[in-house]
């Protein structure tokens, strides 16, 4: 009855007509936050403490992109009232992607609260440096220096902790799609060092990975959410990985655990704004925080290229108002590259090879073209899709009957066809022109 007469002033509110009081709002939000999260948000202190930084976080991200955008700092944009905020974050949980929830980080990231303050620091420092910049300091713009040291705050955590014993034990509850599961972990194995192994229960002190069915329902949802940790947590415990009834598809599991490995989303990185665009007039009201971005001392990309097809982007509508792009490529060509959920990238790959697996090969070959030792092979490189030999210095064979694979671009227009294989890889030499390209797929 609580939940039925909450809904019925979320939508009185919705409509146009007054919003029922602010308090009103947050206590049952908090309390369906409690009784449906407990192993997330254990009492109420620890639901104020986290929403309180959240919306912190949320007007720095409006501040920081008002910057971004020359506009003004004073005078939060598209920010509407906490009450209106907190309307909304009820109705985004109730209709969002399971990995999109709007009480946690990124949708689907659980936060300690040293990883929290440690995520406000770096967010404060972003702003701090644009703010010295706008006044045209040339002594103190882009200037290095750290929030925390300015105010004095002590961080607890690192928010990138790795796993160091292997292989990692891990528990499925009953309810979870155990298939599922073990194929999510396979992608890992299949293509890494990482290694894992099923146990039959998980003590209270023994560190691992617990993959449970949600926690009971998502504000009125039956369980379908998804969320993890991100890193190895330092308390020695076994800790949670979400995998709802809408969270079985093998790829949305591995996203899941690379979260608890260690991996944000690859949005957030440092160098976003040079590959997307955050479209901040279609974001819901209060949810910048969604789209928070690292600092470069704060994240190590391991010298690999930003990844539009990364099994760890968002999707284009993210977090959006009105089914309008949240996320716009500055490359349109690749717009409908990002958030997919099919496979592990070249580059999702090779970042946890060289985060885990770096020192297991005695010795780094000479890779070409973005390849590198393969510590699965360690004679060999692994090589991008497309490329081959030893060292990636050789196009992929296509077997085929349909002729040469061999092309020299020219200035009229040629057809080339090729059939009966699911992919083919060719090789086509052109000098400083334009190339072209058209595909066209028969289905006859």
């Known amino acids: 009855m609580v939940w039925a007469l909450f809904s019925l002033c979320f939508c009185l509110g919705a409509s146009g007509s007054t919003l029922p009081p602010l308090n009103h709002l947050k206590l049952h939000f908090r309390k369906r936050l409690v009784e449906e999260h407990a192993d997330l948000f254990p009492t109420m202190a620890a639901v104020d403490r986290y929403l309180d930084n959240m919306n912190k976080l949320n007007r720095i991200q409006q501040k920081l992109h008002n910057f971004l955008s020359g506009e003004l700092e004073a005078g939060d944009g598209i920010e509407r009232r906490e009450t209106e905020h907190f309307a909304e974050m009820v109705a985004t949980a109730e209709s969002q992607s399971p990995d999109q929830l709007p009480y946690l ?23 701090e440096v644009m703010r010295r910049c706008s006044k045209g300091s040339d002594e103190k713009c882009g200037e290095q220096f750290d929030y925390k040291t300015l105010r004095k705050r002590t961080l607890t955590s690192n928010l990138r902790e790795r796993w160091n014993s292997f292989p990692i034990p891990y528990f499925v509850d009953p309810k979870v799609n155990r298939t599922a599961v073990e194929e999510g972990l396979a992608n890992w194995m299949r293509s890494t060092c990482l290694t894992f192994r099923e146990v039959s229960s998980l003590g209270d002190s023994q560190a691992g990975l617990q993959f449970v069915f949600g926690s009971g329902q998502v504000l009125g949802n039956p369980s379908k959410s998804c969320y993890s940790a991100i890193g190895k947590l330092d308390n020695g415990r076994p800790q949670k990985v979400s995998i709802g009834a809408a969270c079985d598809n093998p790829f949305v599991v591995s996203h899941e655990i690379a979260h608890s490995l260690g991996y944000f989303h690859e ?14 007039k279609n974001i819901k009201s209060g949810f910048l925080n969604q789209f928070t971005s690292f600092s470069r001392s704060q994240e ?15 999707n284009a509508y993210a977090f959006s108002s009105s089914g309008l792009s949240s996320i716009q490529t500055l490359n349109s060509n690749y717009q ?12 999702d790959i090779k970042k946890m090879n060289l985060a885990y697996c770096d020192s297991i090969c005695p010795f780094e070959l000479p890779c070409q073209r973005s390849g590198y030792t393969d510590p ?3 004679e060999r490189c692994r090589c991008p899709d497309g490329l081959s030999g030893r060292f990636c210095d050789r196009m992929a064979i296509t077997n085929t009957e349909c002729g040469e694979l061999h092309f020299q671009a020219a200035d009229r227009e040629r057809t080339l066809l090729q059939s009966a294989r699911e992919w083919h890889f060719l090789l086509i030499l052109f000098g400083s022109s334009t190339l072209t390209l058209r595909a066209k797929r028969n289905l006859t």
């Open 105 to 127: 980080f990124e949708g689907d990231i659980v936060l300690t609260d040293g990883q929290m303050d440690e995520l406000l620091n770096n967010a404060y420092t972003q702003l």
């Open 300 to 314: 190590n990309t391991f010298g690999v290229p930003y990844d539009f097809g990364s099994v760890m982007h968002y």
């Open 336 to 347: 409908n590259t990002i958030g997919q959920r099919f496979q592990l990238s070249f580059n």
């Open 267 to 280: 949005q957030s990185r440092f160098d976003r704004n040079d590959f997307v665009r955050v479209q901040v």
């Open 376 to 378: 699965k092979a360690c």
